[in-house]
Nanobody, 119 residues
Framework: QVQLAESGGGVVQPGGSLRLSCAAS????????MAWHRQAPGKERELVAT???????NYADSVKGRFTISRDNAKNTVALQMNSLKPEDTAVYYC?????????????WGQGTQVTVSS
């Protein structure tokens, strides 16, 4: 019954790379925008990157030039390639998707995956 399933989190050294993936269930067949958010302990959840169904993207200033969001509409998946990772990138990363249901958009969140950047 999981609607969004993230994978790819782990522990990496500063300067390293990770690729996060998120797969939506087939039940979510009218997804509009997808996004990645992150939340560190004691801090507010923040938007990392968004991508529309047409492929237009936006990034938080803190990750521009280092992270890349992409999606495969046919597979209902979204990915986040993270390069040149810094300790301040350490957080739980959450996948998000808007799905059209009965004329309204309903938001779905993944369970989150931990990313730890440490030497």
């Amino acid at each position: 019954q999981v609607q969004l399933a993230e994978s790819g989190g782990g522990v990496v050294q500063p300067g390293g790379s990770l690729r996060l993936s998120c797969a939506a269930s087939r039940r979510l067949f009218r997804i509009n925008a997808m996004a990645w958010h992150r939340q560190a302990p004691g801090k507010e959840r923040e938007l990392v990157a968004t991508i529309t169904s047409s492929g237009y993207t936006n990034y938080a200033d803190s990750v521009k030039g280092r992270f890349t969001i992409s999606r495969d509409n046919a597979k209902n998946t979204v990915a986040l390639q993270m390069n040149s990772l810094k300790p301040e990138d350490t957080a739980v990363y959450y996948c998000y998707a808007d799905n059209g249901e009965g004329g309204v958009l309903k938001g779905y969140w993944g369970q989150g995956t931990q990313v730890t950047v440490s030497s």
